[in-house]
């Protein structure tokens, strides 16, 4: 049997703690997922508008065996930064990859654009992210809120305002799946003409209130935004599991993962998203045999966990700026 972990959150997956800072000025932030110990991962990317840092150390024929944080940020290319400071705080910990009697922290990272939210990004020659990564990876833990908080503080979801969003499934064989999203689709979240999300069918109770559900209307509508507020904007996340996997099976699960964003964003990975999908694993539990079809069954938890994760993000964030949160709209609706 299969459900929502207790917290119903990323860190039901054991070994996986999260992190946000935000600097609400700026209207921007970042979200460190922090394992407890160096763990295998996979990244995979479909947007045509990426932002990443340290991406090549996780294909299967690279070097290191695992890394120890990944970072998801706002700010655009100025938002990488976000993961030296994140390196800095796990070097003064005395974690990373063992070189030359060094310890190296492997931190990659994704960014999503918030540029144009409205937030004052004068900040001159010091972003602010280096320190927004630090503060996160410090404030790491097993609860942590939704909505409009670390990399989903700037974030929007298509015309409305998007989020951070997380869930988990677990199940009575042990098997513990779980994702976080930063929700920054330029596409629509929701089928035309309604409050109804385009993934709502996958969601579990609370997790979007009551708007799961709704009859399509006649010829459906991309609804994207007016061509001049088609900045780059990028869905970014990750997707843990208690399963052990190698680099290549991680990657296989974050291919299959992506079918969750295509799922619940219409349309998803144009060339305005830098759409970026980590899978990390954490190794507590053997991956079954026969190992092919039990990376079949993992993928598939993956994406409806992204779906998930992603609508949930939407649904909690508050209306900031010009971007009505979804709750208002609902309300404004009735």
């Known amino acids: ?36 110990t ?46 030296s400071g994140v390196t800095e705080w796990l070097a003064a910990a005395d974690r990373g990859y063992l070189a030359a009697g060094f310890r190296v922290p492997i931190v990659p990272a994704a960014i999503l654009f918030d540029l144009a939210n409205g937030g004052d990004k004068r900040w001159g020659r010091e972003p602010p992210y280096r320190a927004l990564g630090a503060r996160a990876a410090a404030e790491a833990g097993r609860d942590f809120a939704l909505g409009n908080v670390g990399a989903g503080l700037g974030a929007a979801a298509g015309k409305i305002k998007g989020g951070l969003g997380s ?20 596409g629509s979240v929701l089928v035309p003409g309604t409050t109804t999300f385009w993934g709502a069918a996958l969601a579990q109770p609370g997790e979007i209130g009551a708007h799961a559900g709704a009859t399509m209307p006649g010829p459906l509508d991309l609804d994207l935004p007016a061509e001049g507020r088609l900045g780059s904007h990028t869905c970014i996340g990750l997707v843990a599991t208690n399963l052990a996997l190698g680099k290549a099976e991680a990657l296989r699960v974050a291919i ?79």
């Open 1 to 36: 049997m299969l459900r929502p972990g207790p917290r119903n959150l990323i860190t039901d997956v054991d070994g996986i703690l999260v992190g946000n800072a935000e600097d609400w000025r700026v209207r921007s932030g970042v979200t460190v997922i922090l394992p407890e």
């Open 38 to 83: 160096a763990a295998v991962a996979a990244v995979d990317v479909r947007g045509g508008a990426p932002g990443t840092h340290e991406t090549e150390a996780l294909r299967p024929t690279s070097l290191v065996p695992g890394i120890d944080a990944v970072v998801l940020s706002g700010g655009s290319a100025f938002g990488l930064d976000a993961a």
């Open 167 to 186: 869930v988990s499934t677990v199940g009575d064989d042990g098997w513990q799946v779980g994702a976080v999203i930063a929700a920054n689709p330029v």
């Open 256 to 334: 299959m993962a992506h079918d969750g964003l295509a799922r619940a964003v219409r349309p998803a990975h144009t060339p305005f998203d830098g759409d970026t999908l980590f899978v990390l694993s954490t190794g507590r539990l053997p991956l079954p045999e026969p190992k092919p079809m039990a990376l079949a069954r993992l993928g598939h938890l993956a994406a409806d966990c992204v779906t998930r994760a992603l609508m949930r993000g939407v649904y909690a964030a508050d209306s900031l700026g010009d971007r009505p949160g979804y709750r208002s709209l609902v309300a404004a609706s009735q």
